[in-house]
């Protein structure tokens, strides 16, 4: 768990608070996008959690603990930090940089090897090709890996990651995106993401904390940010598109039906996709239904316009 209370920093330079007053908390085991314009102070947000800003006014809680309670150079090596850019030891070899911090809390060698060959595997590279490696000889998706797993080396129970996927092509941060869900899904560890995309909080995040000149202005989960802007501010910066936004959060499952309301239809949709992906295959064949369908071929249900609408008129939890 992560806890603010109460959190403000100020520079000399600024006229206002580059945070003010900011209280939120990321529960155990989730992730929370910290989101906003540019200077809206998510990332000096961050950066206080694991002291490499301290705040000037509040309390921020890892676990049970203060920050202050801690030497920061312990707060930090049971914290994973990933950033944009990666960050990783030009001069180290993949190996080396994923075991920088188990080395420094004093881990034996067969541990270590055995921690980045396990690491090396949950984030898909190969050890026996990437541990000799540099980073001058990785790609940039490769790299952005190579980050998460020096992040998570050590296993800590928080995460901090800032943009960590944002220096990489679309397709390519696409599919960084669905192989951290895979692994958070697999670990649970809790998450504070900072990112200026919108649809990349949406995809990764079980709430969004917005911010706006170094306040907060709403923290809710995703589906509630989108539904029900608290103000003028996060009514825009969602956007036109909120229902397609709201779509993009629902999977077929949760409003399918029997399998014969779409048996004379064209579109077919597999069962992990989202409403979305529904609504879009059936505008594309110009019906009001689509077929749901297994791993393996099968027909197991269906989806249809009238499904998409009563998940609209469900009130939220």
Partial sequence: MIRLEGVTKRYPSMERPAVDDVTFEVPAGEITALIGPSGSGKSTTLRMVNRLI????????????????????????????????????????????????????????????????????????????????????????????????????????????????????????????????????????????????????????????????????????????????????VREFVGTERALKRLSLAHVAEEMGPPGRAAATEGRVPDGATLRTALAVMLEHGERAASVIAEDGSVVGSVTIDDILAHFERPLS
Avoid at 89 to 117: E, M, S, Y
Avoid at 159 to 186: C, N, W, Y
Wanted: with cysteine.
């Fill in 54 to 233: 301290e705040p000037d006014e509040g309390s921020i809680y890892v676990g049970v603990d203060e920050i202050h309670d801690i030497k920061a150079e312990d707060l930090r090596r049971r914290i994973g930090y990933a950033i944009q850019g990666v960050g990783l030891f030009p001069h180290w070899t993949v190996f080396q940089n994923i075991g920088c911090v188990p080395w420094l809390l004093h881990w034996d060698k067969p541990r270590i090897a055995a921690r980045v060959r396990e690491l090396l595997d949950l984030v898909g590279l190969d050890a026996a090709e990437y541990s000799a490696k540099y980073p001058s000889q990785l790609s940039g998706g490769e790299a952005q890996r190579v980050g998460v797993a020096r992040a998570l080396a050590a296993d800590p129970p928080v995460l901090l990651m800032d943009e960590p996927f944002g220096a990489v092509d679309p397709l390519t941060r696409e599919r960084l995106q669905s192989e951290f869900l895979a692994i958070q899904h697999k670990l649970r560890k809790t998450v504070l993401f900072v990112t200026h995309d919108l649809d990349e909080a949406i995809r990764v995040a079980d709430r969004i904390a917005l911010m706006r000149d170094g306040a907060l202005m709403q923290h809710d989960c995703v589906e509630r940010v989108i539904a029900y802007p608290a103000n003028e501010f």
